[in-house]
Each structure stands twice: as structure tokens, then as C-alpha cells.
């Protein structure tokens, strides 16, 4: 089992939610670190933890970002990170699988299933090895204390309820340490 680590620089974390009833808005989280424990051949042993940085929010709108960063939303003060640990990784295909794990935002922890897909694996040209990733899921931003709303004099609601989250992963294979020799 290798293990790896998320390449930051080549990392993405992104999240869409419905607004107004009417159209998407995106973001994504720009600062997001982990390790992944990894062996193609055997992927139901593989392992995953994430954390990402809560203050990387954005969306393109400085106030929007600023909004979703205060105590109606993720409330980055008191909960600086959110996290993603494995529990289980079930193959659903050759390159894909569930990967179910329990996710923390403000504090709250709660199970998620991420429909993945594995990219492959490739010898970079910095020497070292990376492979990639793909991944999608959706939340109930309430099931997180997210529960902050305008209701609309049309009907409905400002800000949706569901959360899509899309993960784009390269993720660097660690070095195994050279054996001294023996002397």
C-alpha cells in the first residue's frame, strides 16, 4: 500500500448550490491538504483524510464570500476546517468506487458516500509519481447547521439546500526511505 499526498497546486475542492430557485453558483476552496493511503490492485484497503481550509472560500464575490465565511454559514472563526476521513471503499467498476467516509463542517459530523473515479497513475516529470482522481458528491448543507434562508415573495427559497461537491485530485506518491547500506 503506497501512501500519497494531495498536491495542493493541482487539488481542487469546488461546491455549487441552486440560488433563487433559478440558476448555480459556484465555488471552491483553494487551500485543501491530505494523504491517501493507495494500492490499485486492491482498492478496498485504501484510505483517505482531507482537511480543508474554511478561509480559502471563493466565488467570485468578494461579499458573497465573506458571507459564507461569517456565522450565518461556515462560521470560520469558531470551525477553521472541514474534514473528510474514510470509513469504507467500495468498488463499484474497474476505476470506480464509493468511497463513504464521515465529513465534519462546523463541528457537525456526518456520513457521505463520494461517487470516485481513478484517473491512473503516471510518472511526472519532477520525478515522482502521481496519480489522480474524481470525485462527486451532494449534502444537505442543513444536515451541517447551514441553515441560514431568505424566503423569496415568489416562493421558495435564496439559497438551495443541496450542496454539490466536485473533486479533482493529483495526489503525489510519498518516497519510500532508501535503506542505509550496510557497512
Request: hydrophobic share 40%; no cysteine; aromatic share 6%.
Amino acid at each position: 500500500m503506497a501512501q500519497f499526498n494531495l498536491d495542493p497546486a493541482h487539488t481542487s475542492v469546488a461546491f455549487s448550490a441552486r440560488h433563487m430557485m433559478v440558476t448555480t453558483v459556484r465555488g471552491q476552496f483553494q487551500k485543501a491538504s491530505g494523504t491517501l493511503d493507495f494500492d490499485p490492485e486492491n482498492p478496498t484497503n485504501a484510505s483517505v483524510e482531507v482537511n480543508i481550509d474554511a478561509s480559502s472560500l471563493v466565488s467570485g464575490v468578494i461579499d458573497r464570500d465573506n458571507h459564507l465565511r461569517g456565522t450565518d454559514f461556515l462560521d470560520i472563526e469558531t470551525y477553521p476546517n472541514i474534514t473528510f476521513k474514510s470509513t469504507q471503499i467500495e468498488p463499484t467498476g474497474n476505476d470506480t468506487a464509493n468511497i463513504i467516509g464521515d465529513l465534519t463542517i462546523r463541528g457537525m459530523t456526518r456520513p457521505v458516500t463520494i461517487k470516485a473515479e481513478y484517473l491512473g497513475q503516471t510518472n511526472s516529470p519532477f520525478g515522482d509519481v502521481r496519480a489522480g482522481f474524481s470525485g462527486r458528491t451532494k449534502i444537505n448543507r442543513e444536515d451541517y447547521g447551514l441553515t441560514w434562508n431568505m424566503g423569496l415573495e415568489a416562493g421558495g427559497v435564496l439559497v438551495g439546500k443541496e450542496i454539490t461537491i466536485d473533486l479533482d485530485v493529483e495526489a503525489v506518491k510519498v518516497a519510500e526511505p532508501v535503506p542505509a547500506a550496510a557497512v
